[in-house]
């Protein structure tokens, strides 16, 4: 029988940019994930900071320098979508980019105003404002359009928000329209529910906006909600939309950008394989192309990528608390957390995260099931995303095993919900938080420690 080790090295390229094994311990991004689980303990999240400006200034490059390549006389604007991690430490480090940010509801607006108030961001930051949008939100939106961010662009979702704006925004302001795409042909509707419908932008720019003095419609707004593929779907999407930017340029001078969304896939598996240089470059030159047709200067591009920016930065690393052979072939093994809670992405939407042993490499590996500690039949991992199995070391007898799971940074708090109440009450984990000082030293810090009861029973109303 061969060890995890051989395993892992005949199934794929290993070592890899992130990960390598030393003395028989996983190693991410540099980090040796023993010594940190020695100085913290599990359940443990942490972010690797460096991680997040790497993939900022990468998406960068792909779009720059397919710009250059093909000559194309539109600019490329990163703006950073918060939804995918709200926290304080990854906005200050994406920040240190050069970038724009997007929002999505009222309490983002919040969100601006602290970044501000830090002198993270300053008033020429484009806000790109997301989202349908409930009058708390309308209203901030107004307010920091007032107060002087002359790049805030809120992006109609519906043919009723404008008026708002134009009766509380004092001075004139720019604008953006989210066409509602047509969903995957697989999904349970046609169109997507976000956005306005093609059918009625021209009309609507030509009732509402092309002799209003107040407003100018300068960008032009779609997202695909299953990514930036190299699928025909994908690139008809981009054809309609840019189809109908030509056709809106040609009324509206004032157009000239265009939002192309966040979608840009992040590794899931060490055998993930995906041409971001290529899809950059694919993406301008068929924009180049449909606008040259249509004999329309090409838009200025932006992007609000995600998962992109900050999902690397994240691991979750766990202990194996148990192992139980349910069957004569069916074993588990206990860890000390929850996919529901921790990674609600495995449990809603099936996805799949890179998962590694930290120790015992070594040994010899089996097949397993992994079992979360809440009582629902759903919180288990079987699967990854290159094979319908989970291999992992056996276990001997006095020995501890280590796992984690990677690319866990975007998404999962926000959609697990953090410092609440959650299932079963298992609490959140610890997190620590990764970054290099000036000479390239690691040093790392407890942002949060573990959950602790009180906090869960005072929201709870217990006295
Ligand atoms: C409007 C909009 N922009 C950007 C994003 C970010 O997408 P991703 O994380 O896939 O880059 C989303 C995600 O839901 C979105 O709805």
Same mark, same amino acid.
């Given at each position: ?7 892992? /090295? ?5 070592? *890899? ?68 991690? #709200? ?23 919040? &969100? ?8 993270? &961001? ?12 409930? =009058? ?10 007032? @107060? ?6 809120? !992006? ?52 509402? &906006?092309? /002799?209003? =003095? ?21 690139? @008809? ?41 290529? $899809? ?14 249509? #004999? ?25 608390? /148990? ?12 860890? /000390?957390?929850?996919?529901?809670? #921790? $990674? ?10 890179? $998962? ?21 039949? $759903? ?7 290159? !094979? ?6 056996? !276990?001997?007898?006095?020995? *501890? ?25 298992? =609490?959140?984990?610890? #997190?620590?938080? &990764? ?16 959950? @602790? ?11």
């Amino acid at each position: 029988m061969k060890k995890y080790a051989d395993l892992i /090295d005949q199934t794929f390229q290993f070592p *890899t940019e992130e990960f390598e094994v030393k003395k028989d311990n996983l190693h991410f991004n540099g980090v040796n994930l023993m010594h940190l689980i020695e100085k913290y303990g599990t359940p443990l999240k942490l972010t690797y900071l460096p991680k997040i400006s790497q993939k900022i200034q990468l998406a960068k490059k792909y779009f720059n320098e397919a710009i250059d390549k093909l000559n194309y006389q539109g600019s490329y604007t990163y703006a950073y979508c918060t939804k995918s991690s #709200h926290f304080q430490f990854v906005l200050e480090e994406a920040l240190t980019n050069d970038i724009h940010i997007e929002t999505s509801s009222a309490y983002d607006i919040a &969100i601006i105003d602290n970044l501000y108030k830090e002198r993270l &961001i300053d008033k020429n930051t484009y806000i790109i404002c997301n989202g349908f949008k409930r =009058p708390l939100y309308l209203e901030r939106i107004a307010e920091i359009l007032n @107060s002087g961010f002359k790049n805030c662009i809120p !992006i109609l979702d519906n043919i009723n928000e404008l008026d708002h704006y134009v009766d509380t925004v004092e001075n004139s302001f720019d604008l953006g329209i989210r066409v509602a795409s047509d969903e995957e042909p697989n999904f349970a509707f046609y169109t997507s529910r976000l956005g306005i419908r093609y059918n009625s932008i021209v009309d609507y720019y030509k009732d509402k &906006i092309k /002799d209003n =003095p107040k407003c100018r419609l300068k960008m032009l707004h779609y997202f695909i909600n299953t990514g930036i593929k190299d699928s025909a779907y994908y690139w @008809s999407e981009l054809s309609r939309f840019m189809y109908k930017y030509c056709e809106l340029k040609k009324i509206c001078p004032e157009l000239d950008s265009v939002d192309i969304g966040g979608g840009f896939p992040i590794k899931n598996s060490l055998a993930f394989e995906y041409d971001y240089k290529y $899809m950059a470059e694919e993406i301008i030159s068929n924009i180049k192309w449909i606008c040259n047709k249509n #004999h329309v200067p090409v838009p200025n591009i932006f992007t609000e990528f995600g998962s992109f920016t900050v999902g690397e930065s994240g691991a979750t690393i766990y202990s194996v608390l /148990d192992q139980k052979l349910q069957n004569d072939k069916e074993l588990w093994y206990m860890m /000390d957390g929850s996919f529901i809670t #921790h $990674m609600p992405d495995v449990w809603g939407l099936n996805s799949k995260f890179i $998962m590694l042993p930290v120790n015992l490499w070594k040994n010899h590996f089996h097949k397993v099931n992994i079992g979360g500690l809440t009582c629902d039949s $759903m919180d288990y991992y079987d699967s990854e995303a290159h !094979i319908a199995e989970v291999f992992l070391p056996v !276990i001997n007898e006095k020995e *501890t095993m280590y796992f984690g799971y990677f690319h866990t940074g975007a998404y999962q708090e926000s959609l697990g919900g953090y410092g609440g109440i959650q299932h079963c009450l298992i =609490p959140a984990p610890k #997190h620590v938080i &990764i970054d290099l000082d000036d000479e390239g030293n690691q040093i790392d810090w407890l942002f949060a420690e573990e959950q @602790s009861s009180e906090e869960m029973l005072k929201v709870l109303g217990y006295k």
